[in-house]
């Protein structure tokens, strides 16, 4: 939270202790912080006895200075966003400048994550989301922050990103920038834009700067390096090392949209700082390999056949058969203010619960739309969910890694008096890093959670004991199913597999591995009568196999692989009769599709259109009349894919 020296007169070594002064209302308790001419001290109030961060500018300003510094504060006790500091007053003691701001107890990004440790992809696009968020607010009313950096971005109570340092912003003209002078300059070298060195900053110049930190980030090193002198003309004249050659395992698309951002050019860099960031994320979910992007008829499988869909895919279009086409949903909820990232319906078909980005899960009724209930936890990602059987309890991912379960009642089933409880001791813990999938045994007796940490664990739901650590995979485990007699598990993920195994003894014991995917498996789905598995990945087929052939030979029958969405398949589900299967894409859209056939159909009897974004889940409600899609575009939306209206909506 520093301020830079452009505008103020003084040294350093002029500033002088403050602690135990008054300023403000309030007493100064510590000192948190220093830049170049302030101090941040924190504070309590001298009658409540709240806490708050002091920033004290410990320089000598003119009436002018002092008058153009108060306007900014005043500013910036307009700005209300949750990933914005959050300024409650300003003002002058004596001539003493200070801002009065909230308290972010965990400190900062570049205190959290020194320089020269690259971070995990996945965390560094949940700080991306955040902060990008925060400029695309203040860009809103022509703002320019003009000094991003990790210094720069504080860490809430609940480890959420606040942007700060706003004491700097300028307001940009109509044009997008104003002329000023090199010598005021204002900002970090090492994170500024070729135009903003040059005196020309605007509303991309915060792309750039950020665009910087991931490459930091990613990397562990600015794109830059040398004396300032040297830095700065390298932005203006040098392009950025690749990032591969210095991260060499990073997703070729995550470079290239970091590169974009990067872009010399204010005109060729993304249209804002919001579509940088979701376009981080969607390269960073992507991560697709080469092969990936050949001819459907030019995969290979591993298997000693090859599938039957795989060579009926290269059929002329002229010979499919046209599907019917729904576009109108039955139900739209929007109570997410972020992307959907998972939903679940419950066993009585009333409620669904759904989780997002917003990092909450909500409960509401899958009738009228009605939101019963909000709950957020601790961790900065979108949770993840699963109800109980008899739809008494939702399980969840909480923690500041997402890397426990939080068990919650949900009384009564009186919509109009839902609730959750927390019972003692209802969480299972044992993971050390984050849960990416979680499954709740059919008959109710044991929960099975995996992520990043590469083992599955199994609880006993009775006594929260672990029974099983299943340690077969060999990258982070993006997808469970129980078989419906709550004997085996499926688990999918990274490394491409799919593993069927019975979670009877401490470590698991193996039952099948299926190889037939060519990129991350993303969901698995077992089928009502227990005989096949659904798996969905990022290699564009969803695959039906038999799950429990300990040769892979499917008992001499072809596995089924539908080749009908045109991107990665992100989420699969049977319906309950278990005749179709539901399968969602990042083409944003939902197929439906027969999946008692000898032969995979080469397109789906029934696409849903009504998304606007990746779909990222998707479930069949209980009875099966009514499929519940959930998206990128922050909405679930109920449609019922054979009713009347539905037919009339053929092409």
């Known amino acids: 939270m520093a301020a830079k020296a452009g505008t103020l007169r003084g040294e350093k070594s002029a500033m002088v202790s403050r602690i135990d002064q008054r300023l403000g209302g309030y007493r100064l308790v510590r000192l948190l912080g220093q830049g170049h001419m302030t101090r941040v001290y924190l504070g309590e109030h001298l009658r409540t006895g709240a806490q708050a961060a002091l920033k004290v500018v410990e320089a000598q300003l003119s009436s002018q200075e002092l008058a153009e510094l108060l306007i900014r504060a005043q500013i910036l006790t307009r700005l209300e966003h949750p990933h914005i500091v959050r300024v409650f007053d300003f003002g002058a003691e004596d001539g003493q400048p200070f801002i009065v701001m909230a308290y972010a107890p965990h400190g900062t990004l570049r205190e959290r994550h020194p320089r020269g440790i690259p971070l995990p992809l996945p965390t560094v696009v949940s700080y991306v989301r955040q902060v990008a968020a925060a400029l695309q607010y203040i860009h809103g009313y022509k703002l320019i922050h003009r000094d991003i950096k990790p210094h720069n971005m504080l860490l809430g109570p609940d480890n959420q990103v606040w942007l700060s340092d706003f004491d700097i912003a300028t307001v940009a003209r109509s044009a997008g920038y104003r002329r000023e002078k090199l010598q005021a300059f204002e900002g970090t070298v090492p994170y500024a834009a070729p135009e903003q060195l040059r005196g020309r900053p605007r509303l991309a110049s915060d792309q750039?700067?950020?665009?910087?930190?991931?490459?930091?980030?990613?990397?562990?090193?600015?794109?830059?390096?040398?004396?300032?002198?040297e830095i700065a003309l390298q932005h203006q004249i040098a392009p950025p090392p690749p990032l591969r050659e210095r991260?060499?395992?990073?997703p070729p698309l995550v470079e290239q949209v970091v590169l974009r951002a990067l872009a010399k050019d204010p005109n060729?860099?993304?249209p804002s700082v919001e579509e940088f960031a979701r376009e981080l994320e969607r390269a960073s979910r992507q991560e697709r390999l080469p092969l990936s992007s050949l001819p459907?008829?030019?995969?290979?499988?591993?298997?000693?056949?090859?599938p039957a869909a795989a060579?009926?895919?290269?059929?002329?279009?002229?010979?499919?058969?046209?599907?019917?086409?729904?576009?109108t949903p039955r139900l739209v909820y929007r109570g997410h203010s972020a992307r959907v990232a998972s939903l679940a319906w419950a066993s009585h078909g009333r409620y669904l619960a759904s989780s997002s980005q917003d990092e909450s899960v909500q409960i509401w009724d899958s009738r009228s739309g009605e939101t019963l209930l909000v709950q957020h936890g601790l961790s900065l990602e979108a949770p993840v969910i699963a109800w109980s059987p008899d739809g008494l309890y939702l399980a969840m991912t909480d923690g500041l890694l997402s890397e426990v379960v939080q068990?919650?009642?949900?009384l009564p089933h009186d919509a109009r008096a839902a609730r959750l409880e927390s019972p003692a001791g209802a969480r299972y813990e044992g993971l050390n890093e984050r849960i990416l999938a979680l499954a709740w045994s059919p008959d109710g007796k044991y929960l099975a959670a995996a992520g990043e940490e590469q083992v599955v664990l199994v609880w006993e739901m009775a006594t929260r004991r672990v029974v099983c650590t299943y340690r077969g995979h060999h990258g982070s485990i993006a997808a469970l199913a129980w078989s419906p007699d709550?004997?085996?598990?499926?688990?999918g993920g990274e490394d491409r597999t799919v593993h069927v195994w019975e979670p009877t003894a401490s470590t698991g014991g193996n039952i099948r591995i299926y190889y037939g995917h060519h990129d991350k498996v993303n969901a698995v789905a077992w089928s009502p009568d227990g005989r096949f598995v659904a798996s969905a990945s990022d290699d564009q087929s969803v695959q039906v196999w038999e799950a429990r052939d300990p040769r892979g030979l499917d008992s001499g029958r072809e596995p089924l692989c539908y080749y009908g969405h045109d991107g990665g398949v992100t989420c699969v589900a049977w319906s309950p009769d278990g005749r179709l299967l539901a399968s969602g894409s990042v083409d944003e859209q939902v197929h439906v599709w027969r999946a008692d056939g000898e032969v995979a159909p080469v397109t789906p009897l029934l696409s849903y259109r009504g998304h606007s974004d990746w779909v990222s889940t998707v479930a069949w409600s209980p009875t099966g009349d009514a499929l519940a899609s959930g998206s990128w575009d922050g909405t679930v939306q109920i449609w019922e894919p054979f009713s009347e209206k539905a037919a009339?909506?053929?092409n």
Do not use: I, N
Not at 296 to 306: D, E, H, M, T, Y
Not at 311 to 327: D, F, K, Y
Not at 486 to 491: I, K, T, Y
């Open 247 to 250: 991260a060499p395992t990073l």
């Open 486 to 491: 709550s004997r085996q598990l499926a688990s």
């Open 648 to 650: 009339a909506t053929d």
């Open 268 to 270: 060729e860099r993304f």
């Open 296 to 306: 459907r008829s030019q995969f290979k499988s591993p298997l000693p056949f090859a």
């Open 407 to 410: 068990l919650l009642a949900v």
């Open 208 to 229: 750039y700067a950020l665009g910087v930190v991931v490459y930091e980030w990613l990397t562990g090193e600015w794109p830059f390096l040398g004396t300032t002198q």
């Open 311 to 327: 060579q009926s895919a290269a059929a002329p279009a002229a010979e499919l058969s046209p599907s019917s086409v729904v576009t």
